[in-house]
């Protein structure tokens, strides 16, 4: 006789906190001036962050099943528990990993960076606890505004990044930690928010 088994279904998923509108305009607005430069005469390509996609993310947990859900989940409500809300900035341009291989175009952070960090490790601990295999890198926190293919003249970046030194939006509040859905479409992720917890 054949025996049938269910496939569980998984869900591409992450958990991050998520950027005020009025931050994510000012954001538009730096993407939008950084457009205006002739990459593409420099045979580099970037690939632009959707302004509404951008966030910052504290653990990337790939395809997980409905019982990885249910222990995310836990581990959020749990780690959040033990924070208050968050008070940050968006400053300057960087790029990863290096201006002479440069990948990933991000904008980074100011204000309590310190528990932010804390955060991100409580919560890598406890989805660690729960049987999640964790990035072990260092976190960074940023936000990436696009990726960057080809080029021949990495130096171009260090002109365009320095012009955004003194780059920083007002403080925002993130008072929540959320898990988010990525559904892969041919246009782009789409981002739909499964679960969330107050800090």
């Not at 749990?78 to 002479?100: D, E």
């Amino acid at each position: 006789m054949t025996r049938l088994y269910k496939v569980a279904e998984t869900i591409r998923s992450f958990i991050a906190l998520e950027i005020p509108k009025n931050i994510i305009s000012q954001i538009r607005q730096v993407q939008n001036d950084i457009k205006a430069y002739d990459f593409k005469a420099h045979d580099i390509k970037i690939r632009w962050s959707r302004p509404e996609n951008i966030h910052l993310t504290l653990s990337f947990l790939g395809d997980i099943d409905e019982s990885q859900i249910l222990m995310a989940k836990n581990a959020i409500k749990v780690s959040s528990t033990q924070y208050t809300p968050l008070n940050l900035s968006a400053k300057r341009v960087g790029v990863f990993p290096n201006m002479k291989r440069p990948k990933v175009l991000w904008i980074g952070l100011g204000g309590q960076i310190d528990i932010l960090s804390a955060i991100q490790k409580k919560l890598n601990q406890n989805l660690e606890r729960s049987g999640f295999n964790i990035e072990k890198r260092p976190f960074k926190g940023h936000l990436t505004i696009g990726r960057i293919k080809g080029g021949k003249l990495p130096g171009l970046f260090g002109d365009v990044i320095n012009q955004y030194n003194d780059f920083k939006t007002e403080n925002f509040i993130c008072r929540e930690v959320v898990l988010f859905n990525s559904d892969l479409k041919p246009t782009g992720p789409v981002y739909n928010r499964l679960f969330s917890a107050e800090l």
